[in-house]
């Protein structure tokens, strides 16, 4: 089987009972959040082995995050709850087509007791693919280079890596933001990235400025993710693309963490661009389908039961 190591910050979400302002809303559910987390546990329901690399608050909550994250079989033998940090927190505000906002509570976020020298080389023993993303490097400049020394060793292993830029302007501005994929790209083999994110890195996201932006960076596969207008990728100078599938979504968080693990799953297992396009989307769709960040994402027999339309028992 193939194993995939993430490393990134997870939050307490609090998901709203009703749509609209989040002033309104007098109930949460309490679930559990983090683009990273998300990545691993959509690996593991699709049947990857999924190593998630983090620091939690040494608090109920981060128990919460830590037994969820186990329970999804997730390998947390590089987790550690750290006394004295409270978990962060995220509130969320839905609205009716299933889009929203994010409110973060998330100050001294327990990763910040992170070093680069927590990152061995041991640690990526039997990894087959890195999966790193813009929001752990927005919680702290030092982060930075905790990522590239995951990113060294990983070229040092021969590990292709993929990465998302999750672009969060709440946690840090576009400048910034920008100077760290500058430093990053480099080692990056797959691309997976919003179409405005690109927009907002590239300054503009035409075809001539995306295949100029693989070719500069070196990047194999440049992965666009359009939302309900679909996704292409960018890969041997050639556009592969696949329209979305329509669902009616509730809540939208989440989807891109769960097309990144679809397309992930594909590319390990050999599928052609258009599969690995089309298994991606359905995995993000069927996230938008169901609330809360993560537990929409699908079993492998779900989404393949989905993508080919096949009718399923429910009763
Ligand atoms: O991609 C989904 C994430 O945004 C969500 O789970 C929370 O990690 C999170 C963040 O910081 O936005």
Same mark, same amino acid.
């Given at each position: ?19 609209? !302002? ?5 109930? $949460? +559910? ?37 037994? &969820? ?8 033998s590089e987790v550690k709850l750290? =006394?004295?940090? !409270?978990?962060?927190?995220? &509130? ?5 087509? @299933?889009? /929203?906002?994010? $409110? ?13 020298? %927590? ?5 990526? =023993? ?13 919680? %702290? !400049? ?9 990113? #060294?060793?990983?070229?040092? #292993? ?11 302007? #709440?946690?840090?501005?576009?400048e910034e933001a920008i100077t760290?994929?500058?430093?990053? $790209? ?12 690109? %927009? ?28 309900g207008n679909g996704a292409r ?24 963490? @769960? $097309? ?12 052609? !661009? ?9 995995? /993000? ?5 169901? +609330? ?24």
């Amino acid at each position: 089987n193939y194993s995939v190591l993430t490393l990134g910050d997870a939050l307490i979400t609090f998901n709203p009972s009703a749509t609209g !302002p989040l002033r309104y809303v007098p109930t $949460f +559910s309490r679930k559990v959040g983090g683009a990273e987390l998300n990545f691993a546990i959509g690996c593991a329901r699709l049947g990857l082995n999924a190593k998630w690399v983090s620091r939690l608050g040494g608090d109920e909550f981060g128990r919460v995050i830590y037994n &969820f994250a186990r329970g999804e079989g997730i390998d947390v033998s590089e987790v550690k709850l750290v =006394e004295g940090y !409270p978990s962060s927190l995220n &509130f969320k505000e839905i609205r009716e087509d @299933g889009s /929203g906002k994010t $409110f973060y509570y998330r100050y001294q976020s327990p990763i910040l007791t992170m070093e680069p020298s %927590d990152i061995t080389l041991e640690m990526l =023993e039997g990894v087959d693919l890195v999966h790193l993303t813009g929001v752990f490097l927005a919680i %702290d !400049p030092k982060n930075l280079a905790i990522t590239k020394q995951v990113l #060294k060793l990983a070229k040092e #292993k021969n590990i292709p890596v993929s990465f998302d830029p999750n672009i969060r302007l #709440k946690l840090w501005s576009i400048e910034e933001a920008i100077t760290a994929y500058m430093e990053i $790209f480099p080692y990056v083999d797959i691309l997976l990235t919003g179409l405005d994110e690109i %927009d907002m890195i590239m300054g503009e996201s035409s075809v001539n400025s995306l295949e100029a932006c693989a070719e500069r960076f070196d990047i194999s596969q440049l992965v666009i993710k359009d939302g309900g207008n679909g996704a292409r990728v960018y890969t041997n100078d050639t556009w592969y693309s696949k329209e979305a599938f329509a669902v009616n979504p509730i809540d939208t968080v989440g989807a891109g963490d @769960g $097309f990144d693990a679809g397309y992930i799953y594909a590319y390990l297992h050999g599928y052609e !661009p258009l599969e690995r396009l089309e298994f991606a989307n359905g995995v /993000g769709a069927l996230v938008t389908t169901v +609330s809360g960040d993560n537990e929409g994402l699908p079993e492998l027999q779900e989404v393949l039961a989905f993508i080919r339309n096949e009718k399923v028992i429910e009763r």
